[in-house]
Each structure stands twice: as C-alpha cells, then as structure tokens.
C-alpha cells in the first residue's frame, strides 16, 4: 500500500527543474527571435517608406517632363522629397540643420538641410553596421540619372531617384 502512495506524489525535484530550465531556455530562444523579426520589421517599414518617397519623386520628375519644365527638373536634386508625398509618414519629424539628437528620435525621418539628404535614424540595430561616422542612421540623397545619347552627342536626363549616400548592411 506505501509503494501506491508513492507512485501518486507528482513530480520529483530534479524533474521539475529540468523542466523549469527547458522553459527558460525556449523562452530566451523565442526572445531573442521576436528581438529579430522587429529588427526586421523596422528595416522593411523603412525600406518601404524609401520606396514612396523614390515614386513620389519619379512623379515629379514625370510632371515636370510632360508639362515642359525640363530645366527645372535638376532642381529636384535640393528638394525636400518628402514634401513631394500627399501625406508625411508619422515618424517624419521635419527639416533640421542641426540632427536630432537622443533615443526618442530613433525610428523616426527627418531631412537634413546642410547636406540635403533624408535620413533614417535607426532604431533596433543590434544587426545593423553603422554609417562612416559611427552613427545608426541611414541617409539618402536625390541623385539625377543620365543617358548618353550617342558617342559624343551628350547625355539626356532620364530620371531621378533617391539613393542611399552610404551602403549599409542590416541583418
């Protein structure tokens, strides 16, 4: 009859452990991968937002095509594009000349008026390799593209994009 009760106690402590260590573990594992996909999920919100921000600007370079205004198109290399969007992005946080400095201003865009460059301050960049500067930031420039026509005969506009200054690596 001892042998029966025995049997009916539960768990010993060596395999409530076990089992509490295991738990840890895959609770360690799961955040470090959820730390991941944010880190993820950031640099495709920020690559989308780029990707507006570059058709925007083909627009306007489009506009200014068609409606003849083909010697204001170099102009474009000085405007702020995100004035060029029908709607700002919700972590745009305007033009500086001097940049926004401090934790509550990463994950956010903001144009930079010295260099005219669009720049991502980058939020979640345990996987991201800083710029030449040492700073998590991505920045973009507008950058006018050319065709040569023929040998000698000059090159045709052809477009404008938005470029990153610097390539960088994330993840």
Not at 2 to 11: A, E
Not at 21 to 42: D, H, K, N, P
Not at 142 to 163: F, R
């Amino acid at each position: 009859m001892r042998n029966d009760i025995r049997k009916l106690r539960g768990f010993t402590l060596l395999e409530l452990v076990v089992v509490i260590s295991i738990i840890g573990i895959l609770g360690i594992m799961l955040t470090e991968r959820l730390q991941r996909y944010a880190g993820l999920a950031e640099k495709t919100s920020m690559e989308y937002t780029a990707n507006i921000v570059n058709t925007a600007l083909l627009f306007e370079f489009v506009t200014r095509l068609t409606k003849g205004r083909r010697g204001d198109i170099t102009s474009l290399v000085d405007v702020n594009p995100v004035k060029l969007l029908a709607q700002k992005p919700p972590n745009y946080l305007g033009e500086f000349r001097d940049p926004p400095v401090g934790e509550q201003f990463e994950g956010n865009w903001y144009y930079d008026l010295e260099h005219r460059e669009l720049v991502y301050l980058v939020r979640r960049g345990d996987d991201f390799k800083a710029d030449s500067s040492g700073k998590k930031r991505v920045r973009y420039h507008i950058e006018l593209l050319y065709d040569e026509l023929e040998p000698g005969a000059g090159k045709s506009l052809t477009g404008a994009v938005l470029v990153p200054v610097e390539a960088y690596s994330w993840l």
